[in-house]
C-alpha cells in the first residue's frame, strides 16, 4: 500500500501594517508615503511577492484603514497568495497575534513557518528573505535577520547626557524578517503579551535562544524624518542599477 506523501511545512509572509507612524513626521500612516512613485509598503511586498517559497502573505490593517486600496492598487488580485485582513490591534504583539489566527482560519498549520516582516522596511530584497529561509528551516527554533552593531553605544540619562559607555561586543541590531513556527510564535504571544517589540522577544520569553542570520545595512526600518530620503535614494539608486 503506498504511503501518503509526507506533508512539507509551508512559509508564510505577514506584515503589520496597523501602525500610526507617530515618530516619522508624516502626516498620516507612514507605511502609506510615497517613495519613488509608489507607496513604501508596495515596495515591501513587492519584495515579499519576489520570493517562491512564500506561499502567501497576509498585510494585517487596522480595522478603520481606508487608505491601503489607494496606495496599492491591485493587492489581492492573485487571491491564493495575496491575502488582506482588517485585525490590527493596539500593539504590534497584539496585531501579529491576530494575524497568525487568519493564518489558521486560512488553512495554515502550527508547524508553518511565518516570516512577519515590518511594513516600513520596504528596502528588503528577496535574496536576504531567501537567507533567512535557507537558515531557519533546519532550526529547531527559527530566527531573525540582524546586523552585528559596530557603532559604540551611549546610555543617556534623563537629562539627555550620557550616564554611561555600553560594550557593543556580541551586541545585534534586530531586523525582520523574523521566522518562527506558527504554533510556536502563537504560544510564545499568548503568554507574553504585549510587552514584546518584536517576535524574537516573544520566543526569547519561552527560554528559547533565536538563530541571529546576517541581514544587511540597507534593510533598515524607516522610523525618522530623515529616513524618507535616504530611502528615496537608495530605492532610485537600485533602479538605476538594475
Known amino acids: 500500500m503506498t504511503q501518503p506523501a509526507e506533508r512539507m511545512p509551508r512559509c508564510y509572509a505577514l506584515v ?3 501602525g500610526i507612524g507617530a515618530r516619522s513626521g508624516a502626516d498620516g500612516p507612514k507605511q502609506y508615503v510615497p517613495l519613488a512613485g509608489r507607496a513604501m509598503v508596495a515596495h515591501t511586498l513587492a519584495a515579499l511577492a519576489a520570493v517562491p517559497r512564500l ?6 490593517l487596522s480595522a478603520d484603514d481606508a487608505a491601503f486600496e489607494s496606495a496599492v492598487p491591485g493587492y489581492g488580485a492573485h487571491e491564493a497568495t495575496q491575502w488582506l485582513a482588517r485585525c ?3 500593539s504590534r504583539a497584539a496585531t501579529v497575534a491576530n494575524g497568525l489566527q487568519v493564518l489558521v482560519e486560512r488553512g495554515a498549520q502550527p508547524d508553518d513557518w511565518v516570516l512577519v516582516h515590518d ?6 530584497q528577496p535574496a536576504w528573505i531567501d537567507r533567512l529561509i535557507d537558515a531557519c528551516l533546519p532550526d529547531e527554533v527559527g530566527g531573525l535577520l540582524a546586523l552585528p552593531v559596530a557603532d559604540t553605544l551611549k546610555q543617556a540619562d534623563a537629562q539627555g547626557r550620557v550616564a554611561a559607555t555600553i560594550d557593543r561586543s556580541a551586541k545585534w541590531a534586530a531586523q ?4 518562527f513556527r506558527l504554533g510556536l510564535l502563537q504560544r510564545a504571544l499568548a503568554a507574553i503579551g504585549d510587552a514584546p517589540t518584536d517576535e524574537a522577544g516573544a520566543i526569547e520569553a519561552l527560554g528559547l535562544q533565536p538563530r541571529l542570520v546576517v541581514g544587511d545595512a540597507a534593510n533598515f526600518k524607516v522610523t525618522w524624518p530623515g529616513d524618507f530620503a535616504l530611502a528615496e535614494r537608495l530605492i532610485t539608486t537600485a533602479r538605476s542599477a538594475a
Open 16 to 18: 503589520p501594517c496597523a
Open 55 to 60: 506561499a502567501a502573505t497576509l498585510v494585517v
Open 176 to 179: 525582520t524578517p523574523q521566522m
Open 88 to 90: 490590527g490591534g493596539s
Open 119 to 124: 511594513a516600513a522596511r520596504c528596502l528588503v
